[in-house]
């Protein structure tokens, strides 16, 4: 079955660590996408990549980094510098070019800073 | 810069009963929007996507409407059951420049629907 594969599902960081989400898809679309959800708010986006090698800033960047070096996978990196890392994260995927069936999503990743 | 709202905020009605979510949107120059549905601690499942030159979309009991010259959508369930308790998210994405291929949430419709 396509589909798009977060890991793990719950992460605990230290105060000072990196860590690294994982985010996998089969479903060979070009874009993907990374979000932040924080109690009663809507998803807000850290960082996109429309195709390998290339990535922009979304409209909540800072303290994150990404690397999109296969089409399959976008890890995230919260580094030290994310003073509230505290959140759920979603990973999305889509073909930027406009497909009927629109953007999948991952189950989520649970952060929780320790 | 897009905005999108989502009103009400929560919404819990009887099992049976039709209702509907609005989702409004500030900037029309939209490529397409999407319905999501989550189920707390969960990822989203997407439900209907309309493209900007669409009016609506049916899926099952259903149906989303978009007017993209008022910046509305409507999202209809007919006959609620329980099970559609979750929450409901909208969504645009841009078109054009750098709105192209990113996708603005509304905060979303906590739905209840108690038996």
């Known amino acids: 079955d396509g589909g798009i594969t977060q890991s793990p599902k719950y992460l605990f960081r230290k105060e000072g660590q990196n860590v690294t989400l994982s985010c996998e898809q089969n479903?060979?679309?070009?874009?993907m996408y990374w979000y932040r959800q924080d109690p009663g708010q809507g998803l807000r986006l850290i960082y996109y990549?429309?195709?390998?090698?290339?990535?922009q800033k979304g409209d909540i960047a800072e303290g994150y980094s990404v690397s999109r070096e296969k089409k399959e996978s976008f890890p995230l990196t919260v580094t030290s510098a994310q003073k509230n890392p505290t959140a759920f994260y979603l990973c999305?995927?889509?073909?930027?070019?406009?497909?009927?069936?629109?953007?999948?999503f991952g189950s989520g990743t649970r952060l929780t800073v320790v | 810069k897009q905005e999108v709202t989502q009103i009400p905020a929560a919404l819990s009605v009887p099992e049976g009963e039709n209702l509907v979510l609005n989702c409004s949107f500030t900037?029309?120059?939209?490529?397409?929007l999407q319905w999501f549905r989550q189920d707390p601690g969960k990822g989203l499942t997407s439900l209907l996507l309309?493209?900007?030159?669409?009016r609506e979309q049916t899926s099952g009991r259903l149906n989303a409407s978009l007017d993209k010259s008022s910046g509305r959508s409507t999202l209809y369930i007919a006959a609620s059951q329980p099970g559609d308790s979750a929450t409901y998210l909208c969504?645009?994405?841009?078109?054009?420049?750098?709105?192209?291929?990113?996708?603005?949430f509304g905060q979303g419709t906590i739905l209840t629907v108690h038996p």
């Open positions: 999305a995927s889509g073909d930027y070019r406009g497909p009927a069936d629109g953007y999948t």
């Open positions: 479903l060979n679309h070009d874009a």
């Open positions: 990549s429309q195709i390998v090698n290339d990535f």
């Open positions: 900037d029309s120059a939209i490529y397409n």
């Open positions: 309309i493209q900007s030159s669409q």
């Open positions: 969504a645009v994405e841009g078109a054009g420049g750098t709105s192209y291929g990113k996708l603005t």
